[in-house]
C-alpha cells in the first residue's frame, strides 16, 4: 500500500522547506530498519484545485485569483475521499488539514504494520497532522499524491539511494553524509528512471 504522511509547514519548529520534517520521517524509518520503499515529498496541491483562473482584460495572461469557495469544496472532496481507507487522524488535526497547507512524505509499498508503527512513532510530534492510505484508484488521489510530488529516495533497511533525475548532479541533491548521520550505514546516487512512481 502506498501512505501519505501530512504535516503543518506552516509550524514554529519547521523550516519553510520541510527539511526538518524529512529528516525526522527518514530518522525513524532508518533506525526502524525494515522499511524498503521509495519516498515522494512536496506540498499537498489542494490549492491547485481551489486557485480560480481568470483573464485579464488587457492581455492574454491568465491569473491565479485565490477562492475561499473553490477551497472549501476541494477540502471537502479530499476529507471525503479517505472515507473507507486506513487513516490516522486526531479530530482535531483532521480540521486543521482541511483548512491549512500540507507538506506530505508519501511511502511506496509499506506494509499496514510498518505504516501504523511509523503513524505512531509520529504523533507525538506537534506538527504531524496524520497519515492515510493512497487510493491509488481515485484520481483525486493520483493527482495530489503521485503525480505532484518529487521523487526522493530509495530506502532498503539501512541504505538510502537518492533518487537523481535527468537534469540533477550530485551539487543539486543532498548530500550523502547527511543521511549516514541519521543513521544510514550506506549511501549513494541512484537514477531515478522515471520521475514519477
Not at 43 to 63: C, E, G, K
Request: charged share 25%.
Amino acid at each position: 500500500m502506498r501512505v501519505a504522511l501530512h504535516f503543518d509547514p506552516d509550524h514554529e519548529l519547521l523550516d519553510p522547506h520541510g527539511g526538518y520534517v524529512t529528516e525526522v520521517v527518514l530518522g525513524a524509518m532508518i533506525g526502524n530498519g525494515k522499511f524498503a520503499t521509495r519516498v515522494h515529498i512536496g506540498d499537498l496541491m489542494l490549492r491547485h484545485d481551489y486557485a480560480m483562473w481568470i483573464t485579464d482584460i488587457y492581455s492574454t495572461t491568465r491569473l491565479r485569483e485565490y477562492s475561499e469557495k473553490k477551497h472549501t469544496k476541494a477540502a471537502a472532496t479530499w476529507l471525503i475521499s479517505l472515507t473507507g481507507l486506513w487513516k490516522c487522524f486526531l479530530p482535531l488535526n483532521q480540521i486543521k488539514t482541511a483548512i491549512q497547507d500540507m507538506y506530505v512524505v508519501c511511502l511506496e509499498s509499506v506494509s499496514l504494520e510498518l505504516a501504523k508503527h511509523l503513524s505512531f512513532e509520529l504523533g507525538l510530534l506537534p506538527y504531524f497532522f496524520g497519515a492515510t492510505e493512497v487510493d491509488e484508484g481515485s484520481p483525486l488521489h493520483r493527482r495530489l499524491y503521485m503525480d505532484a510530488l518529487m521523487p526522493w529516495v530509495r530506502i532498503d533497511s539501512k541504505s538510502v539511494y537518492v533518487l537523481k533525475g535527468l537534469y540533477d548532479d550530485e551539487g543539486s541533491l543532498d548530500s550523502l553524509e547527511s543521511f549516514i548521520a541519521l543513521g544510514a550505514v550506506h549511501a549513494e546516487y541512484e537514477d531515478s528512471g522515471d520521475a514519477r512512481w
